[in-house]
């Protein structure tokens, strides 16, 4: 029998434990444990986004797409220095009333992507309040400091799967703090997914909560662990078991919303960016405005574009 609740503990505790333990004693769990599975079926939908700097334009997929490992120099969310990986928002929308019901809406995934790759929108996420309904549980994308945002040029891709990809879900048992998180999909998840077996897995759930917290790090400099340490070698001991990479809600809007990362060769063989597009944004009375400037549809085979506005 197995007390997860000492191995947490003893993970999180003073002095961290040396990376080579913290791996010893990760692969030993995941061996054993009940692991979620996030299943993507082809034309499953993501969103990666970069920032136009000095009026430069984006021509090609390349690069929109994952950073080559000799210009990594730093572990982040899921990768160590050793590793490359493929990050990106999902486009998997989730409502709760009257039922649980799931749909595609790339807005949505763009949104999440642009809170959490802009430094003027990372912390700035008014993810609680500014609803129109209040009956929605989906808040509007609304932004604290607003006077820093004018005129900023991004350029997206839409990438779609093309054959079906297994993550691991890195936080079934913890999600964020909301009302309609905690009341309804944490319930539906534990429910529909998790089979607790207490002559195996005594404590199981403390274990996922401790790993939450460690995929959830906001990295902030006070942070004893804002290296993503734990979470990094977490994500490279699945990717070895044989699952293309992992899947954790959307920190940076408080858990409204799904990231991924998914290894490098995988997605070369099971993703197609089949859209990009520039936009320009700004923000007014709180609210982010997104105006798309030039969106071109990429045929099968084709990995170069022109995204250059006409005016130019």
Not at 12 to 26: A, D, H, I, Q, Y
Request: charged residues 25%.
């Amino acid at each position: 029998m197995r007390d997860y609740t000492e191995l947490a503990t003893w993970l999180s505790g003073e002095p961290r434990p040396t990376e080579g333990n913290v791996r010893k004693v990760l692969r030993d769990c995941f061996s054993t444990i009940g692991l979620l599975i996030h299943h993507l079926h082809p034309t499953y939908r993501l969103v990666r986004v970069r920032r136009n700097m000095r009026s430069r334009y984006f021509g090609s997929t390349s690069e929109l797409s994952y950073r080559p490992l000799k210009s990594m120099g730093s572990r982040q969310r899921a990768n160590t220095e050793h590793t490359s990986m493929f990050y990106a928002s999902s486009c998997e929308r989730c409502e709760m009333h009257p039922q649980i019901r799931v749909f595609t809406d790339e807005n949505y995934g763009l949104n999440i992507a642009l809170f959490e790759s802009l430094t003027e929108l990372r912390d700035n996420c008014m993810h609680g309040f500014g609803r129109v309904d209040p009956s929605n549980p989906w808040p509007l994308f609304r932004v604290r400091t607003p006077d820093e945002i004018r005129d900023i040029r991004v350029t997206y891709g839409v990438w779609e799967t093309t054959s079906d990809l297994q993550l691991v879900s890195a936080c079934p048992h913890a999600m964020h703090d909301e009302d309609w998180v905690q009341q309804n999909l944490r319930g539906h998840i534990l429910n529909s997914y998790v089979i607790a077996d207490l002559l195996e897995r005594l404590k199981e759930s403390d274990f996922w909560k401790y790993l939450a917290c460690e995929f959830s790090n906001l990295g902030w400099p006070a942070s004893r662990n804002c290296d993503y340490a734990v979470s990094a070698i977490a994500a490279e001991i699945l990717c070895e078991m044989g699952f293309g990479g992992v899947s954790y809600p959307s920190t940076r809007c408080d858990g409204r919303g799904i990231n991924v990362a998914i290894k490098p060769e995988v997605a070369d063989a099971s993703l197609r960016c089949v859209k990009v597009g520039l936009i320009r944004l700004n923000a007014e009375g709180g609210e982010l405005l997104i105006e798309h400037e030039k969106t071109v549809e990429l045929a099968a085979g084709v990995d170069t574009f022109d995204l250059v506005p006409t005016s130019q």
